[in-house]
């Protein structure tokens, strides 16, 4: 292992590199691109400032270079996000500057290597941004950005940097150019080209040759360079990338498996790993917490707790590593590596099936098959995973994944599809009443993981047969811990001293409350009703918000006949959001802002239970002959009760 400290200069002219096919992709935005500025700027304006820091270059070789077969070249294991970085700003300043190739820093000296019988560029980046950084290293950039790049980071990075030499030295002695999100070229049509032009400035222009020098003898890099017979590169990149925090505990996985997989990590990478980020994003797409959580994350999580590992999304990396060194089957190097992506390839689908149920409402975006492994749940299973999803996707993960392993078992543990459905609705009742209770969810991501990781490890100790028992009496045992899962009185309370809440927990989760109401009253544990056919409704519409907008309405005439005095009428206004006031009925069916006496005939013909009430005394909205504060009081009672009969606080175990 050879270790040596070099200044960017010696850095760009000592190899050519290439970025393995399993780093993630150029990822700098505006942010790092200005933060990297700011430091330019206070090199550029002290001579005698210090050597500025950029980093460890991990590399692995020489060897012959792959796409270039008269070079050689070195993998680039760790640091490409920033020498793609200055590749790029070398490229914007020759474009900017100018060129004298005799010179021996000329940019192309830097940029290019000599290869018979043409240049080539010292670094290719991995697939998704070769292309746009070649072309950008041989000037391709300079006039125009092909529509194909728009997308493309690399292009981004260009632009900024262009930009900021453009608007002039004030960029490095004052602040950059904050205006960039709005001047450059995103979004235009796929294929079309887009000039790279700028306003010109009246404005003291930035010494080429001074930033050039600054750049090269000021920014340093330390370079470990892996060779042959060397400690293995694994090691030595988690020792380096063990603190990062700009990685996802995800990249930190991809980059550590695939260090280990020496000459079958890039067939391989196009195989199997790949294809698995492609379906990650399909779940992403259809997992409401997407935008909270990291969907790789989650999926390693889920995956490891539902083998018996108690992981927290901090702990993923270490647990992963533990394994690829040394695995149950006592595999190490890359047997132990191939095994583990063998075993995440399997449990993809049962993640799929737990995070992202394929139920029509949830897939009506989503034309296409996602795969053609992907297994489909029995109703009632599937409605559960659905609800589940709604009321908090991430925390329960791991414990739905562990369902769906045993329910997708052939042999060993096992559960039944009505076993799954019943432990599954135990977990939904938790959600439905922490929820309604006002009680953050966040807590609950460490008590599934602890409560998936002792039922995993118990039922690999148990008999077969004693799967479905273990885990109800263990989550049995849980839910009546004192103050955890709250009852009857705690929920109707808190919804009582709260009756604006439903208005701040969305119209996903006011949906499958009312949706469960009716199916209980109708004794049915899943019908058909989806989000693709059905909606919430305010029977006093949610926009007449003010004594204004009622007096417009039409309502107007309704409340006048009623004999509403002032404070009624703001009683009304003041009740649209209370959950009285809510029902569901048919997408095709426009109600909108229809007066009580026409919204009912609609409401009468769906023949909902919720709407028209059974047997459930002032649960009924089409009996109703007027609609006021009164009424919305009463029908928010009645079906308060009708949550707490149709998510029943579980019962404690028997004791064996």
């Known amino acids: 292992m050879q270790v040596a400290e070099l200044d960017l200069e010696k850095l760009l002219t000592s190899s050519t590199w290439e970025v393995p096919v399993f780093q993630r992709s150029y990822q700098w935005d505006d942010e790092l691109l200005e933060q990297l500025w700011l430091d330019i700027g206070e090199l550029y304006r002290s001579p005698r400032a210090a050597k500025h820091f950029m980093g460890i ?23 490409q996000q920033r020498l793609i970085t200055l590749f790029v700003l070398f490229s914007a300043m020759r474009d900017h500057f100018g060129d004298a ?17 043409v240049l080539q560029e010292r670094l290719v980046a991995q697939r998704a941004d070769r292309e746009a950084l070649q072309a950008c290293i041989r000037g391709e950039m300079k006039d125009s950005i092909k529509g194909r790049f728009l997308a493309s980071r690399v292009s981004d990075a260009y632009w900024y940097f262009r930009y900021q030499l453009q608007d002039g030295e004030r960029t ?20 079309s080209d887009v000039s790279v032009t700028f306003e010109r400035h009246r404005r003291k222009g930035i010494d080429g040759a001074k930033l050039k020098r600054a750049l090269l003898k000021k920014l340093n890099f330390v370079r470990i360079s892996i060779q042959k017979g060397d400690e293995p590169p694994a090691s030595v990149f988690e020792s380096i990338n063990g603190l990062r925090l700009d990685l996802s505990q995800f990249d930190h996985i991809r980059n550590a498996l695939f260090v280990r997989l020496g000459t079958e990590a890039e067939p391989l990478f196009f195989s199997e790993w790949e294809p698995m980020e492609k379906r990650l994003e399909s779940v992403a797409s259809r997992f409401v917490g997407a935008r909270r959580t990291k969907i790789g994350d989650l999926f390693l999580q889920s995956y490891l707790v539902s083998e018996g590992v108690r992981a927290t999304q901090n702990d993923i990396f270490g647990s992963v590593t533990a394994r690829l060194q040394r695995d149950e089957q006592g595999r190490t190097g890359i047997a132990a590596a191939k095994g583990f992506l063998a075993d995440l390839l399997d449990a993809l689908p049962l993640f799929d099936a737990a995070v992202a149920v394929p139920s029509p409402d949830l897939l009506a975006s989503q034309p296409t098959p996602i795969a053609s492994n992907q297994f489909v749940l029995p109703p009632k299973m599937a409605r559960r995973v659905e609800n589940i999803q709604v009321l908090s996707a991430g925390p329960p993960a791991p414990f739905v994944m562990l369902i769906m392993r045993l329910y997708a078992n052939t042999s060993g543990p096992k559960l039944t599809g009505l076993q799954a459905a019943r432990l599954l609705r135990l977990v939904e009742t938790l959600l439905v009443r922490q929820t309604l209770a006002g009680i953050n969810l966040s807590p609950l991501r460490g008590w599934f993981t602890g409560l998936t990781a002792k039922l995993a490890i118990d039922i690999r100790k148990a008999k077969p047969a004693d799967t479905y028992s ?20 705690t929920v109707i309370d808190a919804m009582r001293d709260d009756p604006d809440a439903f208005n701040g927990l969305g119209s996903d989760v006011t949906f499958l409350l009312l949706r469960g109401i009716n199916d209980a009253l109708v004794g049915s544990d899943a019908t058909e009703m989806t989000r693709a056919q059905w909606q919430v409704e305010h029977v006093f519409p949610q926009s007449i918000s003010s004594l204004e907008r009622l007096k417009k309405s039409a309502w107007a005439n309704e409340v006048d006949a009623w004999g509403l005095d002032l404070e009624a009428r703001r009683r009304l206004i003041d009740s649209r959001h209370h959950l009285g006031n809510l029902t569901l009925h048919r997408l095709n069916q426009s109600l909108s802002t229809k007066s009580f006496a026409l919204k009912k005939p609609t409401l009468q013909n769906e023949s909902l239970t919720i709407s028209s009430g059974g047997s459930v005394k002032n649960l009924s909205i089409v009996k109703r002959q007027k609609w006021r504060g009164n009424e919305i ?3 928010s009672d009645a079906l308060l009760s009708e949550v707490c009969k149709a998510w029943p606080k579980p019962k404690a175990p028997r004791k064996r």
């Open 470 to 489: 273990i885990i109800d009496q263990e989550l049995r045992t849980r839910l009546n811990a004192p103050d955890f899962c709250p009852d009857d009185d």
């Open 172 to 191: 490095l002695t004052d602040s950059p150019a904050a205006s960039l999100r709005l001047r450059r070229p995103r979004g235009r049509a796929a294929g």
């Open 633 to 635: 009081d009463q029908r």
């Open 101 to 117: 190739p005799r010179r021996a820093d000329s940019y192309a000296s830097l940029l290019l290597a000599q290869t018979s019988p």
């Open 57 to 79: 270059l991990l590399t692995e070789g020489p060897r012959q270079h792959r796409s270039y077969p008269t070079l050689d070249s070195n993998d680039l294991i760790d640091g």
